[in-house]
């Protein structure tokens, strides 16, 4: 009896210890300089002005104008073949539309205003300019704080893709809700935020960026969302600093190294579907048939083989036509929004969103031309392999997952919850696709809000 409890201590003793130094592992990374040449000698360069917080705006001019203009004019059309919808990249006829209403009737001078309803700023880290919106509420409930929360967009995204979401966080119409302090950054290489000027620059080091912003801006501790990349940099985030971010939200979360828990659920779910917790709708995305998934999966896969060998070349030829940028982009928001959109001959663009909205998102990649840069994040994240140490890593951040039901790959409960180990709140979303913060802005609110209250009321 005796040598069967010390046996049961023992085994219990090396469960705890390995899972307490699992919990207090976190992620390294070193400084880094991404600017032009050499970092600065010691005292080359005012402390005060290397870190200092400019406000900017987002401008145009006739000659940015008359360049779009003359570029659009000088394309050459290709016809689409019949009956090809979005099958075959953007439809070419409908395309003629798009960029009609680009040529004539869109007015940039009007969104540029829009985008710059909110205020801008810019602040050197690591060498390189860093591009972020600081969007403060005007009225905080009484006997309460803003809440600090930091958002990181995607590919092909940008900061434009919170513009419907920021004001339902920093301005919240029920006197119940958590009014929020948004910083919205922009990718190093995206936007307005200047690209590295070397080699190597990967989602790590985007969140130390990032962790290295919101200390300059004086907040220690703060909440964190993301989507596409947004998901990686902000979960990078939490590893790097636990201890800095409250409570992480993402809305994409494939499993980036799948344990026996997940391998067991894809040999035995389709038959067992209740002993891993899958719903009816986790087993219709996660078991559709042989074929198509291996035809889904070449479908919509073949952009990231691209840009995560030779990003360089089909960028230059996208960063000199502004045509083939906004097909190459707004592609993606047709796709990736709903596959079924595949069968529409407009691509079901405006279903979900304005023409206004997406030609300004492309216009933010047209006039800082960020296409290469951008398009070199896959190349940096996927070249170092896939057995990187954060990928191995688990998160032990509290954490919400908004799982809409259009996303590009499907992650049920069980999967996530192999990765954020205080996975607190799981939802469903009754509709969206990848783009969900720019599609369902209300949907993303309100879950962001849940979210956040469970980390609230759990801490009091």
């Not at 800095?244 to 067992?272: D, E, Q, W």
């Not at 191995?392 to 799982?403: N, R």
Request: net charge neutral; charged share 25%.
């Amino acid at each position: 009896m005796f040598t069967e409890v010390l046996v049961a201590v023992v085994i219990g003793g090396l469960i705890f210890f390995l899972v307490q130094r699992s919990r207090s592992q976190v992620l390294k990374s070193e400084d880094g300089w991404w600017g032009v040449g050499a970092p600065p000698a010691d005292g080359g360069e005012d402390a005060a002005v290397a870190t200092a917080v400019r406000p900017f705006k987002v401008t145009t001019s006739d000659e940015e104008l008359e360049d779009l203009h003359r570029r659009i004019d000088q394309t050459r059309p290709v016809p689409s073949l019949e009956d090809s919808q979005f099958h075959y990249g953007f439809n070419s006829n409908y395309l003629k539309e798009v960029v009609s209403y680009w040529r004539h009737d869109f007015d940039w001078r009007r969104q540029v205003d829009k985008v710059n309803r909110y205020p801008h700023f810019k602040t050197n880290i690591e060498g390189i300019d860093i591009h972020f919106l600081h969007v403060k509420p005007e009225k905080v409930p009484h006997g309460t704080a803003a809440v600090p929360l930091i958002m990181v967009h995607g590919w092909p995204g940008s900061f434009y893709e919170f513009y419907g979401l920021i004001p339902l966080l920093t301005e919240p119409s029920n006197p119940d809700d958590l009014a929020f302090e948004v910083v919205c950054p922009s990718l190093p290489g995206y936007g307005f935020s200047e690209a590295p000027h070397k080699k190597g620059f990967d989602s790590v080091c985007a969140a130390r960026v990032f962790h290295k912003l919101m200390r300059r801006l004086g907040f220690q501790r703060f909440y964190a969302h993301g989507g596409d990349w947004g998901w990686l940099v902000t979960t990078n985030m939490a590893q790097l600093e636990p201890e800095t971010v409250k409570g992480l939200h993402v809305n994409f979360a494939p499993p980036s190294k799948p344990g026996l828990a997940v391998l067991l659920s894809i040999m035995l779910g389709r038959r067992f579907p209740k002993p891993f917790g899958f719903t009816d709708a986790d087993v219709q995305r996660l078991f559709p048939p042989t074929e198509k998934l291996l035809v889904e999966s070449i479908k919509e896969s073949g952009y990231m083989h691209i840009q995560a060998t030779k990003p360089d070349t089909v960028g230059r030829g996208l960063n000199d036509s502004p045509v083939g940028l906004a097909a190459y982009i707004l592609e993606k928001f047709s796709t990736w929004t709903d596959h079924d959109f595949r069968n529409l001959k407009d691509g079901g663009l405006t279903r979900k969103f304005s023409l206004d909205d997406l030609l300004t998102n492309v216009m933010i990649y047209w006039t800082s031309g960020c296409i290469v840069s951008s398009m070199r994040f896959y190349k940096e994240n996927f070249s170092r392999g896939l057995n990187q140490p954060h990928s191995k890593m688990l998160v032990y951040v509290p954490t919400g997952f908004a799982c809409f039901p259009n996303e590009l790959m499907h992650t049920p409960k069980l999967w996530v919850k192999q990765k954020y180990r205080q996975l607190l709140t799981f939802t469903a979303m009754a509709r969206g696709g990848h783009f969900a913060a720019m599609e369902e802005p209300q949907l993303m609110a309100e879950d962001i809000q849940n979210f956040t209250k469970t980390v609230e009321k759990k801490k009091k």
